[in-house]
C-alpha cells in the first residue's frame, strides 16, 4: 500500500491570501496590532509556528496556553468568511491538473491518499471547501498534532496503519508539497519527496532541497505515475536499481539535486568581483 500525503496551500489550492487575513483579524481583535502576517512569512511552516511568530511580533511574548487557544478560535471563526472573500474575488484556485491526479488516485486499489498539512485541522477542510477535494482525504496530519513538519508527517502515516490495520514502511510514503521545507520534512521522516513550482515556494531552495520530483504543477501526470511508481518508465529503468535503492529515476530525469549552472554561474560572477575590488 502506497501513502500519498498532499500539503494544502500552494499544492492542491490557492485560498487568495484567506488564511493570513484570518489571522491578522484575530491577532487585531487580540493585541490591537494590523496586518501583523505583512512581517514575516507564512509559507511552509505549521499555523501552530505561524500564530506564535505572529503573537510575539504582535504583542512581544509568548502566548500562554490560554491566549494560544483563544487565537486559534478567532482564527478558524474568521476564516471562512475570508476564504469565501478570496471565492468571491476569484482569488481562490486549485493548482493546475491537482484534480485529475486526486481523481484518478482515488480509483486506485493500491494507494491511500492523505493530507500532510501545517494547517490546523478544520482550517484545512474549510479552506479545501470550495475546491470539493475533502472527500478525497480520509486521513491526514495536521499542524494541531505538531508545530514540526515532519512530526506532522509521521501522525499522517501512523493514521493511515491504523486504517488498513498495517505498518507502512516509510520507503511507501511519498509526500507532494510545494516549498523546501515540505521537502526538508518528508526527507526528515524518511519519505519520499516531489514538489511544485507554481505554489508558494521559492525556485531557488526547491531546485536546493533535493527533491526527487519537482514540476510546475499536475498538467502532466505523466512525471509523477512515475515517481509514485504507478506507471512504468519508458526508458525501462526499474525503481530500485538506480543511483541509490528506493530513489532511482527520478533523480535521473526528472529531478535537480545539489548546484545546478546557475549556482556556478553565480560562484564565479561573485569571484569575479572579488578579484575585480582586490585588483583596485
Ligand atoms: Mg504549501
Request: charged letters at 30%; aromatic letters at 8%; hydrophobic letters at 35%.
Amino acid at each position: 500500500m502506497k501513502i500519498i500525503l498532499f500539503d494544502i496551500d500552494g499544492t492542491l489550492i490557492k485560498a487568495g491570501g484567506a488564511g493570513s487575513r484570518g489571522l491578522n483579524k484575530a491577532i487585531k481583535e487580540m493585541c490591537g496590532v494590523d496586518k501583523i502576517c505583512d512581517k514575516f512569512s507564512l509559507q511552509g511552516s505549521t499555523d501552530k509556528e505561524n500564530f506564535a511568530t505572529a503573537f510575539k511580533h504582535a504583542c512581544g511574548k509568548k502566548p500562554t496556553a490560554k491566549q494560544f487557544r483563544e487565537l486559534e478560535l478567532k482564527y478558524i471563526g474568521f476564516l471562512p468568511a475570508e476564504v469565501k472573500r478570496s471565492l468571491k474575488s476569484k482569488n481562490y484556485s486549485k493548482l493546475n491538473g491537482v484534480e485529475k491526479l486526486l481523481v484518478l488516485l482515488s480509483k486506485r486499489k493500491d494507494v491511500m491518499v492523505g493530507l500532510g498539512t501545517g494547517n490546523l485541522k478544520e482550517g484545512a477542510f474549510i479552506k479545501l471547501e470550495p475546491s470539493g477535494f475533502g472527500k478525497h482525504f480520509a486521513f491526514g496530519g495536521y499542524g494541531c498534532d505538531s508545530h514540526i513538519r515532519s512530526e506532522v508527517l509521521k501522525k499522517a502515516v501512523e493514521r493511515a496503519g491504523k486504517i488498513v490495520k498495517t505498518e507502512i514502511r516509510p520507503a511507501d510514503v511519498y509526500v507532494i508539497g510545494d516549498t523546501h521545507l515540505d521537502v526538508a520534512a518528508a526527507k526528515e521522516a524518511g519519505y519520499h519527496s516531489a514538489a511544485v513550482m507554481d505554489g508558494f515556494g521559492d525556485q531557488k531552495l526547491l531546485e536546493r532541497s533535493g527533491s526527487e520530483l519537482i514540476v510546475k504543477d499536475f498538467t502532466d501526470l505523466y512525471p509523477w505515475l512515475i515517481w509514485l511508481g504507478l506507471e512504468k518508465d519508458s526508458k525501462g529503468v526499474r525503481r530500485g536499481t538506480y543511483i541509490c535503492p528506493d530513489s532511482p529515476i527520478e533523480h535521473a530525469h526528472y529531478g535537480r539535486t545539489g548546484m545546478d549552472l546557475k549556482d556556478i554561474e553565480d560562484n564565479i560572477s561573485a569571484l569575479r568581483e572579488m578579484r575585480r575590488k582586490a585588483v583596485k
